[in-house]
């Protein structure tokens, strides 16, 4: 439940819908955990729980609605999230219900849907969830009321930039602006009450490096903000052009980027810092090397300005109030690829990467050159810091996990192994478990 709470706190949402869901227990820890939500509808089959429900969510915006979940009465498209609490076991037809779920759904949870099948793919072996992860994917593609941004829109599309960059612009996330990838966004607005608080979305800070301890630099909104540097890329994937950092043996200079790749344009990737302190005249307007040192202590590094949050009337914010893609048109054809992948289809893996890679303006792949590997790469090409890459990595399965952190991680590839693939299990969950014993995940003992 805490991963659930984690993953939702960050949603402003206006319609739910909890399946099943008896006394409505769930329906009130999904309110709780929200940003924002306007309305959770609660279905049952049964009314006898609904009196004792609505004393549960007094206070909420719960609507609790007779129901039967293999059959529901709502039409397409109407819920931006679909859940279902510990109530799987009471379903006869989980294929009816999957079925439903997926249909009442919008276009945002059709991609996470799509997420899960693949997932299950991975973990079955079993084609027909492979087939519904392909089917979840092509039904928000063929709808064609998104398209992937080619050309220049917004905000800045007359200043310097492309039509990558564009979508990662202030005010660009939005359909309003003209973007048409944009699927499902997190909506914020700086200075306004209820418009989000600097922790609602500051993960923005790990990607971005803290130039401003460098003697010679000062903080700026076009250098990004007061970043934190918790994260910084790897050189074996972003590489080290234009830098003075020493590459990793048996990588290139420029990474895992082609020649002209759109998403490594110096729009999308800055690589290039200059001293802006006026206060250290000797070194203004100079370029600032980055070296392996101010690498490893996150001082300067390559930075994605997809992350890049400052506002110039408040040097100091700690958080982002940028409007947040969290699931955008691009991402569905990589399911969409992936889903293939699974089904041993390599031609038509390779005919939905080469959709996002047109856009980014690189050659065609080969059906003989699409592996889960080179699926992993193009993911981190196009969607490198918007997805949670464990998950992405376990979920193709903990071989690939351990194999892709034992070759690319050096660090940590003597110390990892399958079992780091499932986190342990609190002591706290074991011990309020009753009636059975709750085992520990394998691996972190007793």
Not at 39 to 49: G, H, N, Q, T
Not at 107 to 118: A, F, K
Not at 127 to 132: G, L, R
């Amino acid at each position: 439940m805490d991963k659930l709470r984690q993953e939702l706190s960050s949603l402003r949402v206006e319609r739910v819908l909890d399946v099943a869901t008896r006394d409505g227990a769930f329906a009130k820890e999904m309110y709780k955990g929200f940003a924002g939500c306007g309305e959770i509808v609660a279905l049952d089959l049964s009314e006898k729980m609904f009196e004792k429900g609505r004393e549960k969510c007094a206070g909420m915006p719960v609507r609790f609605a007779l129901g039967d979940a293999c059959h529901m009465d709502f039409e397409d498209n109407t819920f931006d999230v679909v859940g279902i609490g510990n109530s799987l076991h009471h379903i006869p037809d989980l294929a009816a219900l999957l079925s439903e779920m997926k249909r009442v759904v919008k276009s945002g949870g059709l991609i996470l849907l799509s997420e899960m099948y693949n997932f299950r793919g991975h973990l079955t072996k079993e084609n027909a969830n492979f087939e519904e992860a392909a089917k979840c994917a092509l039904k928000v593609i063929d709808s064609k009321y998104f398209a992937l941004n080619t050309s220049r829109f917004g905000a800045s599309k007359n200043e310097k930039g492309d039509a990558f960059s564009d979508m990662f612009q202030e005010n660009n996330q939005n359909r309003t602006s003209g973007n048409t990838e944009s699927i499902w966004v997190m909506q914020f607005e700086y200075q306004t009450v209820g418009g989000g608080t600097n922790s609602d979305d500051w993960t923005r800070r790990a990607w971005n490096p803290q130039y401003f301890a460098i003697n010679g630099f000062a903080l700026a909104d076009s250098l990004g903000g007061r970043g934190l540097a918790q994260i910084s890329p790897m050189k074996w994937w972003i590489g080290t052009k234009n830098t003075s950092a020493t590459q990793v043996a048996g990588a290139k200079e420029g990474g895992i980027f082609e020649d002209g790749d759109m998403r490594n344009s110096k729009y999308n990737i800055k690589r290039d810092w200059y001293y802006n302190n006026p206060l250290v005249p000797a070194s203004l307007g100079k370029k600032s090397e980055i070296t392996d040192k101010t690498w490893s202590t996150g001082q300067l590094f390559p930075a994605l300005t997809k992350f890049f949050f400052g506002k110039s009337d408040n040097l100091q914010l700690s958080g982002s109030y940028k409007d947040r893609m969290k699931c955008r048109l691009g991402e569905t054809y990589l399911h969409l690829a992936e889903a293939y992948l699974g089904m041993g289809d390599a031609a038509k893996a390779a005919e939905a990467l080469n959709v996002i890679r047109k856009r980014a303006k690189v050659r065609n792949l080969e059906a003989s050159e699409v592996t889960v590997d080179e699926l992993l790469d193009e993911r981190i090409r196009e969607m490198v810091g918007e997805e949670s890459r464990k998950f992405t990595l376990v979920r193709m399965g903990a071989d690939v996990y351990v194999n892709r952190v034992k070759k690319y991680n050096p660090s940590i590839a003597d110390q990892i192994d399958e079992h780091f693939a499932l986190w342990p299990v609190p002591q706290e969950i074991r011990d309020a478990n009753r009636g059975s014993e709750f085992p520990q995940n394998p691996g972190y003992g007793e």
